[in-house]
């Protein structure tokens, strides 16, 4: 893992973000907030799960404070998430263009589940962040399609196309 792949990765989490939030905006308004299914509930519960996440393990890394983890009942509305989103996605960008490759090989240390600390190397946590969110992501385009709407293509073969300009097929 480069400082160049996790940039990439990142970029594309902004690009498949924003792929649904523009359906997600399509949705009735009750939708974003109604329980559904999943591990969070709901397609709130969802996106402020995987904010929270990816704005804590870039605090661990070395990036700027979350603070306490993300509370879904703070955000009524899916542009509240955006908005906040935008900024963690902003501080990452920032972040990792301050990165040498050098520094993905630094521990970095954090408490687990359990309490317990442990450290990883950087890399391999903003790696990690970045697939946290690919799975969770799954899960509400999943939850948008419960709700009978298609939340199209959010697959990382199709953010290459159409970066590149290219058919994905």
């Known amino acids: 893992m480069t400082v160049a792949d996790l940039q990439e990765l990142f970029a594309y989490s902004r690009w498949a973000n924003g792929k649904l939030f523009s359906v997600i905006d399509q949705l ?10 999943g591990a969070y509930g709901s397609i709130r519960n969802t996106l402020v799960h995987i904010m929270s996440t990816e704005a804590g393990w870039l605090e661990r890394c070395g990036g700027p404070r979350r603070g306490p983890r993300l509370v879904a009942d703070d955000f009524a509305r899916l542009e509240e ?18 990165l040498e490759e050098t520094d993905l ?52 073969l199709f953010y290459f196309a159409e970066k590149r300009e290219v058919p994905a097929w």
Do not use: K
């Not at 009735?28 to 299914?37: Q, Y």
């Not at 908005?83 to 996605?89: A, D, S, T, Y």
């Open 28 to 37: 009735p308004g009750h939708a974003f907030t109604r329980e559904v299914a």
């Open 81 to 98: 998430v955006v908005e906040r989103w935008e900024r963690i996605q902003s501080d990452m960008v920032h972040f990792l263009g301050q």
């Open 105 to 156: 090989e630094r521990l970095a240390e954090y408490h687990g589940a359990e309490g317990v600390l442990r450290s990883m190397p950087v890399g391999e946590l903003l790696h990690h962040a970045a697939i946290h969110a690919v799975h969770h992501r799954a899960q509400v385009s999943l939850l948008i399609r419960e709700m009978g709407h298609a939340p199209g293509n959010i697959d990382l």
